[in-house]
């Protein structure tokens, strides 16, 4: 089976052929150097950047995977959560193509995307399993008791943890987007320098990462310096104490599930799953008995085949979605 996946959720254009869980394509088209000189995501500039791009990027996808519209089965779209002009251009686009040429159309969650891109790679875990969701705009810890099948054990309260790294690196004058270039930075430095903060939130599966910024900000203060003012190893230093937080909680809160929940299967992904230091943590679990799933890092953000696989199992169940589907900037899953 040929599915066409479309996602245009936030500020990355991508389209993908996947033949049941095999990706024949994957192409993302990143707005990252248009919105890095505002310091983020601007949604209006990322919505026309969609337009302009979105058919080049469906045509570089059937190309690549050497098929032609024809050939398609399934058009399967990510419809929310998300920046809602965004994800209207996608689907907008997908319905267009479904009905000019009469595949069946399939809305996706963009969550459970994230959730079924460890089904594109060749080791993924049995039923049930937990998962993180950890990326610019989610944080969020599940019980996936089957395909199609999830119960939320807890979320950010208000900061996802990629929002946070995207916040603190701004103080430091490191610009947008922030996870890479921390990461990047933190490698140099002490994590135990700074004292920062861990939000456990004891009792909850909750997240919240807002005080963990505050924290940076007050630092700065006591330091005196701010933004491209700070030192490189004052930067390099608080990268490191700052990431050590986010990643300790976040593996804290893993324990807890697996405990709470008597399961040793747990998927991590998102776009903060491709952080090398989460990455390295994460594979510690194994010593203590845990099963530990990362999808490839170009699997971890944002992109179409996770759509299109997620597509494919939910049409293997019989579902599919008519031209009245509409966009959604909340959709809890």
């Known amino acids: 089976m040929l599915i066409l996946g479309i996602d245009t959720s936030c500020d990355d254009t991508s389209a993908a052929v996947v033949k049941d869980r095999k990706i024949l394509s994957n192409i993302v088209s990143s707005q990252i150097k248009i919105h890095t000189k505002y310091g983020g995501i601007v949604p209006e500039i990322a919505s026309r950047k969609h337009i302009e791009w979105i058919m080049d990027v469906t045509e570089n996808a059937l ?13 399967s779209v990510c419809h ?5 002009g965004s994800l209207l251009v996608g689907l907008c686009f997908a319905k267009s193509l479904s009905y000019a040429s009469k595949k069946p159309l399939i809305g996706i969650n963009h969550l459970e995307g994230h959730i079924h891109a460890i089904f594109l790679e060749k080791e993924y875990p049995e039923f049930p399993f937990l998962t993180l969701i950890v990326s610019g705009g989610h944080t969020s810890l599940y019980r996936v008791n089957d395909l199609n099948s999830y119960k939320e054990l807890g979320r950010t309260r208000d900061d996802a943890a990629g929002e946070a790294y995207d916040k603190v690196s701004k103080m430091l004058g490191l610009g947008y987007p922030g996870g890479p270039v921390i990461d990047a930075l933190a490698k140099e430095g002490n994590p135990d320098k700074y004292n920062l903060p861990r939000p456990y939130l004891n009792g909850s599966f909750d997240f919240s990462f807002s005080g963990l910024k505050t924290a940076v900000k007050v630092l700065l203060m006591k330091l005196d310096v701010k933004g491209k003012n700070v030192a490189e190893d004052v930067k390099k230093d608080i990268a490191a104490s700052f990431q050590a937080s986010v990643v300790d909680v976040l593996i804290e809160k893993i324990k ?8 040793n ?19 510690m679990l194994k010593e203590e008995g845990i099963e530990v799933y990362l999808p490839s890092k170009q699997l971890c953000t ?4 996770m759509i299109a696989v997620s597509g494919y199992h939910r049409f293997l169940r019989g579902e599919s979605s008519d031209l009245f589907l509409n966009a959604r900037a909340y959709l809890p899953l």
């Open 302 to 305: 944002d992109n179409a085949a």
């Open 80 to 84: 929310g959560p998300g920046l809602i």
């Open 63 to 75: 190309s690549k995977a050497d098929v032609a519209l024809k050939h398609i089965d399934l058009v």
């Open 265 to 283: 299967r747990v998927v991590i992904t998102g776009g903060v799953a491709a952080n090398s230091e989460l990455r390295r943590r994460a594979q």
């Open 256 to 263: 807890w599930a697996v405990s709470s929940e008597r399961l």
